[in-house]
């Protein structure tokens, strides 16, 4: 069955780095883009961007052009966010969803908790 | 940005009550508008796209209109797992724009 499953808890300090990883099963990877939607503790949901998955160009929300890098390794079936300079508004739960072309995110990534304190 | 307003921020509701939820677009999004379920701790599942169409797997209970800019999600007899907080998306252009959220609850 169709699973994207994603990396561990992380808890950082200010300043520094992390990566989550999303790994696809159950379908043709580079069939869907990967999008990346971020939930601030007790808040909504905010779209980040996506990544097409086929030729690996990123596209970003304004919100998070600079310290937000979208990469792929399509050989394991996986998408990866980094996030550099972390800050303490950083801290939230960051969800991978698939999207085919025209459509909407069908499929989600059970989420990876970030939380960014000194 | 288009923005995506969800006027109602909770809503409470008796079983098999009628429910509906409301979303306000600011601008003409055609039929590019998606419904998504959140239960506590869990991801977003998604309910309703391109504005009526139902998912797969969800039940007819759950069915979603439009009129204009005025989108709608109803639930035609709400059940105990029903609750949990309601989003609209909009995708017509970028970025891509969540309502703020309908958190439904039983009375």
């Known amino acids: 069955q169709i699973q994207l499953v994603q990396s561990g808890p992380e808890l950082k300090k200010p300043g520094e780095s992390v990566k989550i990883s999303c790994k696809a099963s159950?379908?043709?990877?580079?069939?869907?883009?990967m999008h990346w939607v971020k939930q601030a503790p007790g808040k909504g949901l905010k779209w980040m961007g996506w990544i097409n998955t086929y030729t690996g160009k990123p596209t970003y929300a304004d919100d998070f052009k600079g310290r937000f890098v979208f990469s792929l390794e399509a050989s394991a079936s996986t998408a990866n966010l980094q996030i550099s300079n972390l800050k303490n508004e950083d801290t939230a739960t960051y969800f991978c969803?698939?999207?085919?072309?025209?459509?909407?995110?069908?499929?989600w990534g059970q989420g990876a908790s970030v939380t960014v304190s000194s | 940005d288009i923005q995506m307003t969800q006027s109602l921020a909770s809503l409470s509701a008796s079983l098999e009550e009628i429910v509906t939820i409301t979303c306000q677009a600011s601008q003409d999004i055609g039929n590019w508008l998606a419904w998504y379920q959140q239960k506590p701790g869990k991801s977003p599942q998604l309910l309703i796209h391109?504005?009526?169409s139902l998912a797969d797997g969800i039940p007819s209970r759950f069915s979603g209109s439009r009129s204009g800019t005025q989108y709608s999600l109803k639930i035609s007899r709400l059940q105990v797992e029903d609750t949990g907080i309601y989003y609209c998306l909009q995708r017509y252009s970028n970025p891509w724009t969540f309502g703020g959220g309908t958190k439904l609850e039983l009375k």
């Open positions: 969803a698939r999207v085919i072309p025209g459509y909407v995110m069908d499929a």
């Open positions: 159950g379908y043709t990877f580079t069939d869907y883009a």
């Open positions: 391109s504005a009526t």
